[in-house]
Nanobody, 125 residues
Framework: VQLQASGGGLVQFGGSLRLSCAASGRPFTNYKMGWFRQAPGKEREFVASIRWNGGITNYASSLKGRFAISRDTVKNTVYLQMNSLKFEDTAVYYC???????????????????WGQGTQVTVSS
């Protein structure tokens, strides 16, 4: 499985950004896809996930309403739409994939088997 994250950059406070994660290597029919982020000096934290089949989503409670995860099953791409960005959203954002992670473990990075390389998001004033 290969995951290629892109779309990060510098954005003003209150602005929006959409991240993309291009997935390849196998059919993702039974996979969950996720986004995590890691700020300097902090642990990697769960942002959102989506089931490839059916599109069921889960979000970190603090981000629900501002962030939206989606997938395009034709393009094999997962997106993270981020709105009303705050300074504390500054982090490296990683996409992840798993065929095994269960619902109660979505927020645990070690439960995900595959990771992309990360894309930097910086929110400025």
């Amino acid at each position: 499985v290969q995951l290629q994250a892109s779309g990060g950059g510098l954005v003003q406070f209150g602005g929006s950004l959409r991240l993309s994660c291009a997935a390849s290597g196998r059919p993702f029919t039974n996979y969950k896809m996720g986004w995590f982020r890691q700020a300097p000096g902090k642990e990697r934290e769960f942002v959102a996930s989506i089931r490839w089949n059916g599109g069921i989503t889960n979000y970190a409670s603090s981000l629900k309403g501002r962030f939206a995860i989606s997938r395009d099953t034709v393009k094999n791409t997962v997106y993270l739409q981020m709105n009303s960005l705050k300074f504390e959203d500054t982090a490296v954002y990683y996409c992840a994939a798993s065929a095994r992670v269960i619902a109660s473990q979505l927020g645990v990075p070690s439960s995900w088997e595959h990771w992309g390389q990360g894309t930097q998001v910086t929110v400025s004033s």
